[in-house]
């Protein structure tokens, strides 16, 4: 279905290309790099489009930026600063009081730059893929070698991108993207905006000002953006919410979408795959049958590990981790929700399960440390309990983002809880140091929360 192509004017004069599809609330996209909306309709025909699917929930709004697509071409300036004025051009236009922002790429610090001179006018913002600082270590030479290929032969250029982004593409995707970044762009402008994102900007001093809620999504074996990137993104938003995705895709229309999609629209409070239009019944995002003990594990330097062991041997440690954490669950009713990378999210029916599965770990982890001094296993712990959504077989909420947090502040070797847990657990002969009420990144209030002593 063709939607109608629309103008904005930018404050510098520039003529910016911009569509709508959907109903309810306004989510902005910005491009991720170059980009085409008439050409968008071509694309859509290999694989779904991710903005398609999100136009079932929200109204969504794409635009090209300055020098690309149907927006003015021959432009003095694309740089971050000049490309929020695009931002700015398509929101004064519809004449939107506040906006969900969606960044992701090579365009996130333009849409760091806007959120940021107007924070009143972002009510959410969304960061998948993004950054404020790029950060490759090691990869700069690759990074030049990019920039210069697309100077000198576009074509060459763009296929080697799209092979680096998007590993295992059959030839048809491969063709394609390729062929449409081409048409989306001259190599002149696809080269300076790549140059600049990836050598030349540092937006992080325009984060402490985007107080709106923010939800930060990345897979962590990104190729083009490296997981550290959202890592410290998400670290330096004052209310991020930081969630880790499995997979080797950049494009967020490949691999797994329906996790991302469905990461988004809980953060939207919205159940992936139902239509506000429609409300047609489905058992998405559904409440938990009962109140829930939420357990995460998370392996300690686990980036350090690598570096120092390599590859091989650091997995190997994650796989004694995994094996410790899941032979402990089985012992203690507890149900494995996911990998997290680092680590494990499990479920339990009852607080002293929960309790009694982090004792059984750490220990555990302990006593392997004592036989191998050298390839020590440090591992943090935290529980929260709460009634999460229920989503095929993930579970979401306030209650495991809360989890995630008092995961985050505990330290290797540490058990933390929240209070709500050893409430729960009282009576059961556990041990607990109080450690204070603590805020948690994303949460308007405090937590108490309490050590568990598990070494007694």
Known sequence: MRHPIQFAHTSDGVLIAFRQTGQGPPVLGTPAWVSHLELDLQLRRLFPSFYDELSTHRTVIEFDGRGTGLSDRDVPDVSAPARARDIEA????????????????????????????H?????????????????????????????????AEWGLGSRTIIDFIAPGANKETTDAVSAYQKEAASPETAAAIMEESLFRIDVREHLPRLTMPALVVHRRDDPAVPFDCGRELAALLPHAQFVPLTGDQHLPWQGDTAALLATILTFLGEEAGRSQATAAPRATAEPAAALQIIFFSDMSGSTALTSRLGDAAAQEMLRVHDAIVRDALRHHGGAEIKHTGDGIMAAFPSASGAMECAIAVQRALAAHNERHRDEAIRVRIGLNAGEPLAEGEDLFGSAVQAAARITERARPGQILVADVVRQL?????????????????????????HEVRWAE
């Open 119 to 151: 924070p009143e006018r972002v009510s959410r913002l969304i960061c998948y893929a993004a950054f404020a600082r790029y950060t490759a270590p090691g990869r700069e030479r690759l990074g030049r070698a990019f920039v210069d290929l697309i100077r």
């Open 425 to 449: 657990a009282a009576g059961k002969g556990f041990a607990f140091s109080n450690r204070g009420r603590v805020a948690l990144k994303g949460f308007p209030h405090r937590f108490r929360l």
């Open 90 to 117: 398509v929101v004064d236009h519809l004449g939107l009081e506040s906006v969900t922002l969606f960044i992701w790429s090579l365009n996130s610090p333009a849409g760091i730059i806007y959120a940021a001179t």
